[in-house]
């Protein structure tokens, strides 16, 4: 039987045991958390309750030679929707796979924070131990350890301290954001001569990070081994077979099925750059969001004008440097061997699209050195990067209508988020300076509105400005909750949308704030668009149980049930067993009372009927925008449509 190794960690207590999850029931680490999650029951407690599980897994291909196969997945409940949630982390299974278990399970509660050390031997067993760091010493090396600060400090210093102990250390960890807010990452770097590196990844939406602080008090996982977990599956290192099954399928070698698949994450030469920052810009142009999704008001003809500048003072100077400059390029992995290479460095900041645009044009930040250095500092603070964009816009364009006063945040002035009026020469380093400061805000929670978005988030704080400035609701006929973009989840849940201009985003999905939906630039009718959602969200859902990296989703969704039945000797229906899954979240999210509610925010209505408009749709573009309340029809329809695709229905489909 084959069967998957979680290590359980008391952190109250501080004791460690083994466990197995049997496959074909449990095929991945997501199908573990969701499982483990429904029998304790942690719908029923606070989300920062010991009873929240933080369930941290491996698929069951990590360890060998698949590409891709060593992303490792996070399964708890979030802060910021209420509801179950997945986050995944890039490359740390290369080094976690050594400890000879698939992943970690963190229970229970220490007042004092604590890092859990796991290491694996080579006959296979592991010890694991809970030892405490205590909160001065936490503060100290995030705010400075050897020429680091926040996260990586914590990692340097960790890396420092038991490195010499554990074979292949790597490390997990979090940052001051998940002391102090409900939307904190838990991050990782790659490992360089014993010290982090440039690359950092994090596995950010959601708030895993403080619910591992704030719900158990473990400030990082380090862990190390000298386990071969291939040696238990010899098919697991097995490249003929690879190839072999990739020519059958495929009709092309595996290298060049993955190589094909993956190309525009390292380099596209039809556009001449490479990696979701260098593609994304050029390739959707001014269908992506910018100044806080006030772009969706613009003619096409304006839009056009800004994303030239947008090209030229953003763009242009990370292409010059990372990808026409000769010689060694600073293109990276995330820590394991692929040719992907996706992560591209830039004067030493690692540079993808979503958090570079968070912090840069979504935020009203043009030029390249002003976003890469607010890209550093979320990852210094280990906050979720897309979550803070979207609260500094949505702060921004309040200051922008006169809404708020830059004496609420602790600004001197205001910052100019008028797209029409914006000269980057002196807006953009004014932006960035105000954005800075509204982050460190929300980690030290300076003030009584930057701690109430801290601890409760985005959609709570438009409620309350809604009641304490009641008169400028009246004034300017606009609520707080109007100016942001969200989905809302429950009475108090919700999720910003990863930052395209597309209605999946914002749909009523059970798992937002992924891409467990359709995510171009598109429209379609509801029923449409939920079939279509459906097949993406069942695809997406499978790649991270089964550990993959979602770039190479284009050949490992055509093999992927292959790979379960050749390495690992297993006869399953993916789709079959996927819908089973979702329909486990979707009760969860119910008894949780973190299940979708209908539109709230009139920004998010107009994003939804502006693309519509601009895609040519004639029915449902007009429709919307000259009467919001059609929204709701097309919200309705859409969760209807597909309760009833993943077999829902009665009181689970109505909510």
Not at 88 to 98: K, L, P, S
Not at 271 to 281: D, R
Not at 451 to 476: D, E, F, P, Q, W
Not at 551 to 560: A, G
Request: glycine share 12%.
């Amino acid at each position: 039987m084959t069967v998957l190794r979680f290590l359980r960690v008391d952190v109250a207590s501080g004791s460690a045991r083994l466990v197995e999850a049997s496959m074909p029931g449990v095929l991945g680490p997501v199908d573990y958390g969701v499982k483990l999650h429904m029998e304790a029951g942690s719908y029923g407690y606070p989300v920062f309750s010991p009873r929240n599980l933080v369930v941290a897994g491996c698929g069951p291909f990590a360890g060998g030679r698949v590409f891709g196969a060593h992303r490792m997945a996070l399964v708890f409940r979030s802060p910021v929707t209420r509801g179950l949630h997945v986050s995944t982390v890039g490359g740390v299974c290369y080094r976690f796979i050594a400890t000879g278990v698939h992943g970690i399970v963190v229970e229970g509660w220490r007042e004092e924070p604590v890092v859990i050390v796991v290491k694996g031997k080579a006959g296979g067993s592991v010890e694991a131990r809970v030892e405490e760091i205590g909160w001065e010493t936490l503060w100290t090396i995030w705010r400075g350890y050897k020429g680091f600060r926040g996260t990586r400090a914590l990692a340097a210093y960790l890396l420092e301290q038991y490195g010499k102990e554990l074979p292949r250390a790597g490390v997990l960890v979090v940052g001051p954001a998940a002391a102090r807010t409900i939307m904190a990452g838990v991050f990782s770097f790659d490992v360089e001569h014993g010290r982090p590196g440039g690359v950092v990844d994090s596995a950010s939406r959601g708030g895993a990070g403080s619910v591992l602080l704030q719900g158990h008090g473990v400030a990082a996982i380090v862990y190390g081994g000298e386990y071969d977990m291939s040696r238990d599956n010899p098919r697991l290192r097995d490249t003929r077979l690879l190839d072999e099954l990739s020519r059958r399928v495929m009709g092309k070698s595996y290298i060049g099925a993955v190589e094909q698949a993956t190309v525009k994450y390292r380099y596209d030469p039809r556009l001449g750059t490479g990696g979701t920052f260098g593609v994304n810009y050029v390739h959707y142009r001014d269908l992506l969001p910018f100044f806080g999704f006030n772009t969706v008001y613009l003619s096409k003809a304006a839009r056009s004008k800004l994303v030239d500048m947008v090209l030229e003072e953003l763009w242009r100077p990370v292409q010059r440097d990372v990808f026409e400059q000769p010689g060694a390029k600073p293109w990276r992995t995330c820590g394991e061997p692929c040719p992907a290479a996706c992560k591209k460095l830039w004067r030493g900041v690692k540079i993808d699209y979503e958090p570079s645009n968070a912090l840069g044009p979504f935020s009203g930040v043009l030029r390249a050195e002003d976003m890469a250095s607010l890209v550093e500092l979320a990852d210094e603070l280990g906050i979720d990067a897309i979550e803070a964009g979207h609260i500094v816009a949505w702060l921004f364009d309040l200051l922008q209508r006169g809404m708020l006063s830059p004496s609420d945040l602790g600004l001197q002035g205001r910052p100019v988020f008028d797209p029409l009026v914006y000269r980057v020469e002196h807006d953009s380093r004014a932006n960035a300076e105000a954005a800075r400061r509204i982050l460190e805000g929300l980690v030290e929670q300076r003030g009584w509105l930057l701690s109430l978005i801290a601890t409760r988030g985005l959609r709570a704080a438009a409620h309350v400005l809604n009641l304490r400035y009641s008169g400028r609701v009246y004034m300017y006929r606009t609520g707080y909750q109007d100016v942001a973009v969200y989905s809302a989840y429950g009475g108090q849940g919700y999720m910003t949308p990863n930052l395209y201009w597309s209605p999946g985003l914002v749909a009523p999905v059970p798992v937002p704030g992924r891409y467990w939906t359709v995510y171009s630039p598109s429209f379609a009718s509801p029923e449409e668009l939920a079939e279509a959602v459906l097949d993406r969200m069942i695809a997406e859902y499978l790649v991270d149980n089964a550990g993959f990296c979602r770039f190479h989703r284009r050949w490992v969704e055509r093999l992927l049930e292959h790979l379960y039945h050749e390495l690992l000797g297993l006869e399953v229906d993916l789709r079959k067993h996927a819908l089973e899954t979702l329909r486990v979240i979707v009760r969860y999210q119910i008894l949780a009372s973190a299940e979708p509610r209908p539109w709230e925010s009139r920004k998010t209505v107009d994003m939804i009927a502006g693309i519509a408009l601009e895609l040519g749709d004639r029915e449902w573009g007009p429709r919307i925008a000259e009467d919001p309340a059609s929204a709701r029809e097309w919200w309705s329809r859409f969760r209807e449509k597909l309760w009833g695709l993943l077999g829902l229905g009665g009181e689970e489909a109505g909510g």
